[in-house]
T-cell receptor, first 114, second 112 residues
Framework: GAVVSQHPSWVICKSGTSVKIECRSLDFQATTMFWYRQFPKQSLMLMATSNEGSKATYEQGVEKDKFLINHASLTLSTLTVTSAHPEDSSFYIC??????????FGPGTRLTVL | GENVEQHPSTLSVQEGDSAVIKCTYSDSASNYFPWYKQELGKRPQLIIDIRSNVGEKKDQRIAVTLNKTAKHFSLHITETQPEDSAVYFCAASMDSNYQLIWGAGTKLIIKP
């Protein structure tokens, strides 16, 4: 149990376009979902925390108008990178909790912006 | 806010030997301390975790110890094998928001 999926697993897009990444909890209801970004050879950096039906809480330095997060249901959260630029190229990972402290991670999405 | 420091950044050990990775945290309110293994391009994989009401936990070749007074916790891997080669991250969180604060990671290299 506690499986989290992410789609797509990788995406290449042109500079200036928007990209949507989906995060789904497949066999449980996720009370909270987290979005992380990871650059090569670095640790995971928390971007935002989202709870179903409410606005996401963004970490300092993360532009909420650029990284749109929607948590429409207890099993789905989406991250939209708007007007993507090459510096947004990164590995984006979501995680979900089911009420406790353990987080269940999605497989990640590799975004490359040309 | 919470800060987690992790050492060393790289650890190279002979196959069969033990490996120890250490982390310190700053906020005494933190009460959950997971360790993750991450292979290149993959998601972090929880390998062991410990909560603040426990001082030590063991799962086969892997153990974690927690010293709440000193605010540090360590990962111990015994009888290391080539498949243990990966990047290991420690993290800390508290009940108020369950946000994980991550260490910088340790690249573990197992030499044959």
């Amino acid at each position: 149990g506690a499986v989290v999926s992410q789609h797509p697993s990788w995406v290449i897009c042109k500079s200036g376009t928007s990209v949507k990444i989906e995060c789904r909890s497949l066999d449980f209801q996720a009370t909270t979902m987290f979005w992380y970004r990871q650059f090569p050879k670095q640790s995971l950096m928390l971007m935002a925390t989202s709870n179903e039906g409410s606005k996401a809480t963004y970490e300092q330095g993360v532009e909420k108008d650029k990284f749109l997060i929607n948590h429409a249901s207890l099993t789905l959260s989406t991250l939209t990178v708007t007007s993507a630029h090459p510096e947004d190229s990164s590995f984006y990972i979501c995680s979900a909790t089911r009420g406790g402290d353990e987080q269940f991670f999605g497989p990640g999405t590799r975004l490359t912006v040309l | 806010g919470e800060n987690v420091e992790q050492h060393p950044s790289t650890l190279s050990v002979q196959e069969g030997d033990s490996a120890v990775i250490k982390c310190t945290y700053s906020d005494s309110a933190s009460n959950y301390f997971p360790w993750y293994k991450q292979e290149l391009g993959k998601r972090p994989q929880l390998i062991i975790d410990i909560r603040s009401n426990v001082g030590e936990k063991k799962d086969q070749r892997i153990a974690v110890t927690l010293n709440k007074t000193a605010k540090h916790f360590s990962l111990h891997i015994t009888e290391t094998q080539p498949e243990d080669s990966a990047v290991y991250f420690c993290a800390a969180s508290m009940d108020s928001n369950y946000q994980l604060i991550w260490g910088a990671g340790t690249k573990l290299i197992i030499k044959p």
